[in-house]
């Protein structure tokens, strides 16, 4: 099994900044793409940010130039810096990756999910 842990959500006004953090441990053998999902209120989870394994990065277009993802495979973790926040990135922030883990000699990819940190914009 494989846990990812989420911090860093909070409070914080428009304009502000904030830095989530995603940390995943467990039955790891590789992890191919980490990304960052937010789900508001009423609405459908979307993506806001991935990083491949390799650090290519991919993000919605609701946030580019204001959110940056990045990653440290040695801890695999993953981080979110949001700057400029608004108050439409009020969400519940979800960490989410695809693991590879080895039984009995084979390789395989599962997808799993963090609990999701609050993060709110207040004007």
């Known amino acids: 099994q494989v846990e990812l842990v989420e911090s860093g959500g909070g409070l914080v006004q428009v304009g502000g900044s904030l830095r989530l953090s995603c940390a995943a441990s467990g039955n790891i053998f590789s992890i191919n793409t980490m990304d960052w999902y937010r789900q508001a209120p009423g609405k459908q989870r979307e993506l806001v940010a991935a990083v491949t394994s390799g650090g290519r990065t991919n993000y919605a277009d609701s946030v580019k130039g204001r959110f940056t993802i990045s990653r440290d495979n040695a801890k695999n973790t993953i981080y979110l810096q949001m700057s400029s926040l608004k108050l439409d990135d009020t969400a519940v922030y979800y960490c989410?990756?695809?693991?590879?883990?080895?039984?009995?000699?084979?390789?395989?990819?599962?997808?799993?999910w963090g609990q999701g940190t609050q993060v709110t914009v207040s004007s």
């Open positions: 989410h990756a695809i693991v590879v883990q080895r039984t009995t000699g084979r390789e395989l990819q599962y997808s799993y």
